[in-house]
């Protein structure tokens, strides 16, 4: 009888297991920048058949496929890249295309693209899952918060003999119309994260006037620029907006570029490397304690 | 046939008619003169409806304008306004052809009534060309085609309203309009006319109306309208007036 | 003068190139599907007994992609000449749009209050939420264009230079209150609407297409009987009263077809600019001004001018969408620059 259930078990599980890896997508599409990030990440560059415009790291993304912006997809468009999986976040659209895509029987995963931890770890247990590699993505994650978790304890331990910096985050286009990450943004959460008391005190990304912003006086302007980057973005920032020049922060020359991929679409794999950057930015004389 | 009595008409704050009675009648020419401002288009925008009368009463065929349906009235009186601002490249014919619009005659009669009163305006060489390349008076000749084609053949019922339709005629062509419009009258169609040249009017009028400043200064003749004292105290202008060698009706040679 | 073309050719021609832009329309897309395979689900949808195997996604893209979004550009393209024509006649000028009476910022601002209103009050159950931006696009093409209607008119009387006067500053007024919730919106939001202001027949389907489809057969069905009245409106207004038309009633018609039409496209694929001012003058210059022939051309030319158009969005950059607004302005504003030149000369 035993021997008849083993048999009937060992069946079952060669019937089911293939099954099972059949079931697993291999062509991916990606419908957002720190999506396809985690993807990668996680090693499965390789199924991604078509990404957004917003998916730009790592660089060999770009030779993908591209199905346009990640709000304005077309069902044709995707399902010409026959994928087995369309990712994105709830900014994903328009509703009515995803519609058509889920009726060409493509799945359809939606991931969050809120700036906290747990968001992160809902995204990689998903990603896992879908993956067929639910420890790597844990694991990940656990390396991930790691990262952060040190990362925080050294700044905290740095912020015991110096105070947290009045920090603010700007995202502007060629220096130009400077918008103020304020709160529940990505910029908010990175400021904090790397130590920084963030001055703004509006909700979202704002238009602010550069004197009300030069009358924050921030001791460190970080800057988050669409077209240049680098010194070129500074310098830009501060030549459209002249005002600046009086801040703590331009006087003492304590203005850092920051990706600006890195504030959309969620929490993606680069950034405990950019906060390192900008925690050493916030607390220079503490640079060595910072350093990874 | 059209009736008026004891017309007025306000615009704005001003009396611009007043007392005008009149009755357009078949088979003859009214022509209506009178110094700028007299209310000559205040007149003609009245008879056909453009201008509603203060007091007084405008019948076409014995029942009021404003009871007549559009399409009804429009096969009964046509109106020939003093310029036109169409600016589309219709072909002449086309525009001609929108006379034909108030009647359901068929295209084969409406193209032959449309020959005949380019033919009559002097305007048939003038068909297939397109309505934006002709010149002030060619198009002046054209629209004058329009409302014959509205009215033809002309015939007693049918009323024409002109205002000033020789301005920007040439010598011949002032001519061969009026004899248009008169040969109309003489197939029976009332015809009233505002013109600007005191001779045309006694060739070409039955009766002349002398307007001035919104009233009637006299309703005769021409004969009995055309006279010196007359055109002196409504225009200020010194004239003689005298026979037409050939023709017998009165002739107005400023001094 | 001899018109390039007789109606009756270009009628032909017209009707051949509507059928043309429909079937590339229906064959040609980002999945490429094999000739036979299209032609096997058409005969399919048409309702003939077809094998189907291995059709299923052939039917899918074709079925509830292709032909609701072809069957959308028709519609649009199709109304937005006709209104072109209508404004054309009322201001008895070539170079009228539907846009003059406001239509298209009435509806930009009603599309406008609905993307970010429905962020402000948190987000709408999303079942509503392509109804809500539609239904407001429209609400607000209609209320601009009663309202600038309204300006215009005193005692039953329609002056038209005024309207074109109450539709400018109308539309001046719509386009502050647009920049006021773009200033007000966060940058996500912001996106969405500067594509709707792009235009974009992605996402066509059914259930969102038949009203559209109900007024566009509406306006084509009524417009053309006026064919008579908008040839004599053309003369003039007292010209076309002493030819016994209703002049006043037409007009009023004539911006309520343009108001209705044209709301609905726009609620239903954004603004989409150039067709009513291109469209109805290509076609005068080849057939001239008579609207018996004008108005039923413009709706086949501009029915297949803008599934054309739509081609090349899907095309030019596939996989990824180009929005159809921006194709159209590239055609349209330098064949009109082409056309004024012309004139000149």
């Not at chain 2, 399409?71 to 001609?96: C, D, N």
């Not at chain 3, 504003?333 to 004139?343: D, H, M, V």
């Amino acid at each position: 009888m035993r021997r008849y259930a083993s048999l009937i078990a060992l069946c079952i599980g060669l019937v089911f297991n293939p099954a099972q890896a059949e079931q697993l997508p291999q062509r991916w599409v990606s419908a957002g920048g720190a999506l396809s990030e985690w993807i990668v990440e996680l090693g499965a560059e390789s199924r991604l058949v078509g990404v957004d415009t917003t998916s730009q790291h790592p660089q060999s993304l770009k030779a993908l496929p591209s199905i346009g912006y990640q709000r304005q997809l077309s069902a044709e468009g995707v399902l010409s890249l026959r994928p087995d999986v369309l990712v994105g976040t709830e900014e994903m659209g328009p509703p009515p295309v995803l519609a058509q895509i889920r009726g060409a029987k493509v799945r359809v995963e939606l991931f969050s693209s809120q700036a906290d931890l747990e968001a992160v770890h809902g995204n990689l247990k998903h990603l896992g899952e879908l993956l067929g590699k639910p420890e790597q993505a844990e694991q990940r994650f656990v390396d991930y918060r790691q990262q952060l978790d040190a990362l925080k304890a050294k700044v905290k331990a740095v912020q015991a003999s110096a105070g947290a910096p009045g920090v603010i985050l700007l995202v502007g286009h060629a220096g130009a119309k400077p918008m103020i990450a304020g709160k529940g943004t990505a910029g908010d959460w990175l400021i904090e994260q790397a130590g920084g008391r963030n001055l703004a005190t509006n909700d979202g990304y704002k238009n602010f006037s550069t004197e009300t912003l030069a009358a924050l006086n921030p001791e460190v302007v970080v800057v988050s620029d669409r077209a240049l980057t680098g010194d070129a973005a500074l310098q830009a920032l501060i030549k459209e907006n002249p005002a600046l020049a009086a801040s703590r922060a331009v006087r003492e020359k304590r203005l850092i570029d920051l990706d600006p991929t890195l504030l959309v679409g969620g929490l993606g794999p680069r950034l405990p490397a950019s906060l390192q950057a900008l925690a050493q930015a916030f607390y220079p004389a503490a640079k060595a304690q910072l350093a990874p | 046939m059209l009736q008026v009595s004891d017309l007025q008409v306000i615009r704005g704050h001003k009396t611009v008619l007043d007392g005008v009675s009149l009755d357009v009648a078949p088979g003859q020419v009214l022509g209506v003169l009178g110094p700028n401002g007299a209310g000559k288009s205040t007149l003609l925008g009245a008879l056909c409806g453009e201008l509603s009368a203060h007091r007084g009463r405008v019948l076409l065929h014995e029942r009021p304008l404003a009871d007549w349906p559009g399409q009804e009235r429009a096969q009964r009186l046509a109106v020939l306004p003093q310029a036109s601002s169409l600016g589309f490249a219709f072909r002449v014919e086309e525009v001609v052809g929108m006379g034909r619009l108030p009647h359901r005659t068929g295209q084969v009669r409406d193209r032959e009534i449309v020959t005949a009163a380019l033919q009559a305006a002097d305007a048939l060489h003038l068909a297939e060309r397109s309505y934006l390349a002709l010149s002030g008076g060619e198009r002046q000749r054209v629209h004058l085609a329009r409302v014959l084609a509205q009215l033809w053949p002309g015939e007693a019922g049918r009323t024409l309203l002109l205002d000033e339709p020789t301005s920007a005629l040439d010598p011949l062509h002032q001519h061969t309009t009026l004899q248009a419009v008169r040969g109309f009258a003489d197939r029976g169609a009332a015809v009233l006319v505002i013109l600007h040249d005191l001779n045309l009017a006694a060739r070409y009028c039955d009766r002349i109306l002398l307007l001035e400043n919104g009233r009637p200064y006299a309703f005769d003749t021409p004969e009995q309208v055309l006279q010196p004292g007359a055109l002196k105290a409504v225009f200020g202008l010194d004239v003689l007036v005298q026979r037409h060698p050939e023709r017998g009706h009165p002739l107005i040679i400023a001094r | 003068m001899t018109r390039l073309v007789s109606p009756r050719t270009l009628f032909i021609a017209l009707g051949l190139l509507c059928l043309l832009a429909v079937w590339l329309s229906l064959a040609l897309g980002p999945v490429s599907l094999p000739l036979i395979d299209t032609l096997r689900v058409g005969l399919r949808l048409l309702g003939l007994p077809v094998n189907g195997d291995g059709l299923e996604q052939a039917e899918l893209i074709l079925g509830q992609i292709r032909l609701p979004r072809t069957l959308l550009g028709l519609a649009v393209g199709a109304v937005l000449a006709l209104a072109g024509v209508a404004m054309q006649g009322l201001f008895r000028n070539p170079l009228a749009d539907p846009g003059l009476v406001g239509v298209s910022s009435g509806a930009a601002l009603g599309a406008a209050i609905a993307i970010v209103g429905s962020t402000w009050v948190g987000g709408v159950p999303e079942v509503f939420a392509p109804y809500l931006l539609s239904l407001c696009a429209f609400l607000g093409g209609l209320g601009v264009t009663a309202l600038v209607y309204r300006l215009g008119s005193k005692e039953g009387q329609t002056s038209v230079a005024t309207m074109l006067l109450a539709g400018i500053a109308l539309t001046a007024l719509a386009s502050s209150a647009v920049g006021l919730f773009t200033y007000l919106a966060d940058d996500a939001t912001l996106r969405t609407l500067t594509f709707w202001n792009l235009g974009s027949l992605n996402g066509a389907s059914y259930q969102r297409l038949w009203p559209l489809v109900l007024v566009a057969t509406g306006v084509a069905l009524w417009l053309p009987r006026r064919a008579e009245a908008l040839n004599a409106l053309l003369l003039g207004e007292s010209e076309a009263r002493h030819l016994g038309f209703e002049v006043e009633k037409l007009k009023r018609e004539l911006v309520f077809c343009t108001a209705l039409g044209v709301g609905a496209a726009v609620a239903a694929a954004g603004l989409i600019g150039f067709i009513g001012l291109v469209v109805p003058h290509l076609v005068r210059l080849l057939a001239g001004p008579d609207h018996r022939v004008l108005l039923p051309a413009s709706l086949l030319a501009g029915a297949s001018l803008l599934l054309f158009a739509d081609l090349i969005a899907r095309l030019a950059l596939a996989p990824a969408e180009l929005p159809i607004g921006i194709v159209t302005a590239f055609i349209g504003a330098p064949f009109f620059l082409y056309l004024l030149l012309r004139g000149r000369a």
